[in-house]
């Protein structure tokens, strides 16, 4: 028996609607040291320019990468408007999928608004940061359900271990330290199915707080 096509649309409706509620970001501000606070705008809540207020006593990182038409532009333009004009920076994360109203207006160089966003000949940006769509967007993903933002800044980096077992062959060999040991052998390649699979990064939103923290060891804040 065929379903209606008025079922089917509805259907397929509610599907699309679940597909978005489950990559969504959630409303969020986070510490990022240094008087740096990061700012993520919940989708589709009205109050989200608020989020700004909790960096009254610094500067911010308005995340809007994915801020879509119809999420209270005119809203976040007064609030950043507001913020700068207290003396404050906004490193303002954008994306060619941010809504053009905004897009638009914060691009032309507002004073105290720095745009930053992925390479894209669909994207004007103060500052353009090479890194792919895809990472860019599993990113924001990411921080929008739970992960700590400073995780994607700083991913592990291997290093070989320099252990007790080195520093008792120096000791034997009457090294102490004054040349180094012997290499030892590289170890043998771990399987396939054991090899770590790449570390999620935040480029740019990396870039950002390199321009922060670069501003600030240059005292322009």
Known sequence: MKLPRFLLALGLLALSADLRAATAPAGRTEDLGQGLTYVLPAAGNAESPALLKAATTGHAVLDLRYFTPGERTSDWLAA?????????VCLVLVSPETDPALLAVITVGMPGCITIGRSSPALNVAIAVNTPADADRKAWEAIGHGTAPEKL??????KPRYDEAVLAKEHAADLNGDAPPEEAPPPAEKPKSEKKTAALTDAVLARAVQIHRGLLALRRL
């Open 80 to 88: 950043i408007k507001t913020f700068v004009a207290a003396k404050r």
């Open 153 to 158: 800044l700083n991913p592990a980096v291997d």
